[in-house]
């Protein structure tokens, strides 16, 4: 049991500075860790680009809830791109993409901020390899049929385009070597869901006397 003995106006204000000290009790101070962020799969193209898909792994102690967390990454060329807020602890994680030239060092960051404003950061660096290291892996998105050849100036096909990757990607342009895209539909930019996969038909006109043809696309990560 705690006994208190206090005896006027200094008594008073040192049971009230006690009291105070024990209504704080259990509240720590902010803090947020990047517990793991580690590469999950690395995709390269002709241009030697290289794309990351990275997963983030975050731990936050103390604040007042409710907390909400800002993940960013800065790229070695300077590119940033911020992701969020994520509640804590409803998500832990996160997994984005990354494109980058260089292959060098990712920056990210995992900002907390709790009820009151606090603001807490944490950062980790993560070793990209370059892509002229690795064999070409399958891109981001497949497109059946990817290639053939046009015998007429006007030229349509039909095509199945999926998303290979477990983030939602948006299908920004069709790209055509060997002949121009006219038309799509449906019209592009295209919002593919995580394994979506969806008929696309598109008009292409190529050069007389037939070409052979391929198509890509431009992706983008969704807002």
């Given at each position: 049991?705690?006994?208190?003995?206090?005896?006027?106006?200094?008594?008073?204000?040192?049971?009230l500075l006690?009291?105070?000290?024990?209504?704080?009790?259990?509240?720590?101070?902010?803090?947020?860790?990047?517990t793991?962020?580690?590469?999950?799969?690395?995709?390269?193209d002709?241009?030697?680009?290289?794309?990351?898909?990275?997963?983030?792994?975050?731990?936050?102690?103390?604040?007042?809830?409710?907390?909400?967390?800002?993940?960013s990454?800065?790229?070695?060329?300077?590119?940033?791109?911020?992701?969020?807020?994520?509640?804590?602890p409803?998500?832990?994680?996160?997994?984005?993409?990354?494109?980058?030239?260089?292959?060098?060092?990712?920056?990210?960051?995992?900002?907390?901020?709790?009820?009151?404003?606090?603001?807490?950061e944490?950062?980790?660096?993560?070793?990209?390899?370059?892509?002229?290291?690795?064999?070409?892996m399958?891109?981001?998105?497949?497109?059946?049929?990817?290639?053939g050849?046009?015998v007429?100036?006007?030229l349509?096909?039909?095509?199945?385009?999926?998303?290979?990757?477990?983030?939602?990607l948006?299908?920004?342009?069709?790209?055509?070597?060997g002949?121009?895209?006219?038309h799509?539909?449906?019209?592009l930019?295209?919002?593919?869901?995580?394994?979506?996969s969806?008929?696309?038909?598109?008009?292409l006109?190529?050069?007389?006397?037939?070409a052979?043809?391929?198509?890509?696309?431009?992706?983008?990560?969704t807002?």
């Open positions: 049991m705690l006994i208190l003995r206090t005896s006027g106006l200094i008594g008073a204000v040192s049971l006690l009291l105070s000290g024990c209504l704080n009790v259990g509240i720590s101070s902010l803090q947020i860790e990047i793991d962020l580690s590469v999950l799969r690395q995709f390269c002709l241009a030697l680009q290289s794309s990351y898909e990275i997963r983030v792994t975050w731990h936050v102690q103390g604040g007042m809830p409710p907390l909400t967390v800002l993940i990454y800065r790229t070695p060329e300077g590119l940033t791109q911020t992701f969020g807020p994520f509640s804590w409803e998500q832990q994680d996160f997994t984005m993409l990354v494109d980058s030239y260089e292959g060098e060092s990712l920056l990210v960051q995992a900002l907390v901020q709790d009820k009151d404003g606090i603001q807490k944490a950062k980790r660096q993560l070793r990209l390899r370059p892509c002229a290291s690795l064999p070409p399958k891109p981001f998105i497949i497109i059946v049929p990817a290639r050849t046009a007429q100036e006007y349509t096909i039909e095509a199945t385009m999926t998303n290979t990757l477990g983030v939602p948006v299908a920004k342009a069709l790209i055509a070597t002949c121009t895209v006219e799509s539909q449906p019209t930019p295209l919002v593919l869901e995580p394994h979506e969806k008929r696309i038909q598109i008009n006109r190529c050069p007389e006397g037939g052979t043809w391929r198509l890509g696309v431009e992706i983008a990560l807002p």
